[in-house]
């Protein structure tokens, strides 16, 4: 069974950093695309950045390109979400997420950390 664990979330004043993490185990994981989201309403969850299973294809959202930056670590089946230049716009809960195919789509989720960022 795949399970993903998120960590990293914090309280931080606007103009700080984070780094989230996201462990993965029960899956093969060179093989799965990586992403994270963030819940922006309600149920409604935005992709925020992706990378491929090789780590040669990114994905960036308009509203935070050139601030996060997503990478992995294929040796210890870790995904990170490095957050700089943080706004109270980007205060929300931030989830992992994988799939095998497509990481728009993706099937596992983890559980969410939560990242509140204070003017």
């Known amino acids: 069974q795949v399970q993903l664990v998120e960590s990293g979330g914090d309280s931080v004043q606007a103009g700080g950093s984070l780094r989230l993490s996201c462990a993965v185990s029960?899956?093969?994981?060179?093989?799965?695309?990586m992403a994270w989201f963030r819940r922006i309403s309600g149920n409604e969850r935005e992709r925020v950045a992706s990378v491929s299973s090789s780590g040669r294809s990114w994905y960036y959202a308009d509203s935070v390109s050139g601030r996060f930056n997503i990478s992995r670590d294929n040796t210890k089946d870790t995904v990170y979400l490095h957050m700089n230049g943080l706004k109270p716009e980007d205060t929300a809960m931030y989830y992992c997420?994988?799939?095998?195919?497509?990481?728009?789509?993706?099937?596992?989720w983890g559980q969410g950390t939560q990242v509140a960022v204070s003017s």
């Open positions: 997420a994988a799939d095998y195919r497509s990481c728009v789509t993706p099937e596992y």
């Open positions: 029960g899956a093969t994981f060179s093989r799965i695309c």
